[in-house]
Nanobody
Framework: QVQLVESGGGSVQAGGSLRLSCAAYGYSVNMYCMGWFRQAPGKEREGVVVIDSDGRTSLADSVKGRFTISQDNAKNTLYLQMNSLKPEDTAMYYC????????????????????WGQGTQVTVSS
């Protein structure tokens, strides 16, 4: 069964940290463009960070210096470390995979991703 399964969401106070995980089943995370997206109520889905098979990353300006993407190839898992969280980071966070080894401009185009997880909720209170 091929799927992406996110975990690690929760509720934290502003300034806190969370680490999201995305376990990939049926795919090798180091072979494809992988990404994290988020969607707040009433807003469009937006790219947070993407990483391609060579390890190159692209982050949204709103999270630079606070969020970091990484992957554990042995566990076939993608991570999103989120530090210095702000109330505006509150959203459902989704892991995504594109059938390409290179991300190019996919941070801005969620429709270019081919597989999605079910999402994990992150709530940051002030």
């Amino acid at each position: 069964q091929v799927q992406l399964v996110e975990s690690g969401g929760g509720s934290v106070q502003a300034g806190g940290s969370l680490r999201l995980s995305c376990a990939a089943y049926g795919y090798s995370v180091n072979m494809y463009c992988m990404g994290w997206f988020r969607q707040a109520p009433g807003k469009e889905r937006e790219g947070v960070v993407v990483i391609d098979s060579d390890g190159r990353t692209s982050l949204a300006d709103s999270v630079k210096g606070r969020f970091t993407i990484s992957q554990d190839n042995a566990k076939n898992t993608l991570y999103l470390q989120m530090n210095s969280l702000k109330p505006e980071d509150t959203a459902m966070y989704y892991c995504a995979l594109a059938f390409s080894s290179i991300c190019q401009e996919r941070l801005r185009y969620p429709d270019d991703f081919d597989r999605w997880g079910q999402g994990t909720q992150v709530t940051v209170s002030s």
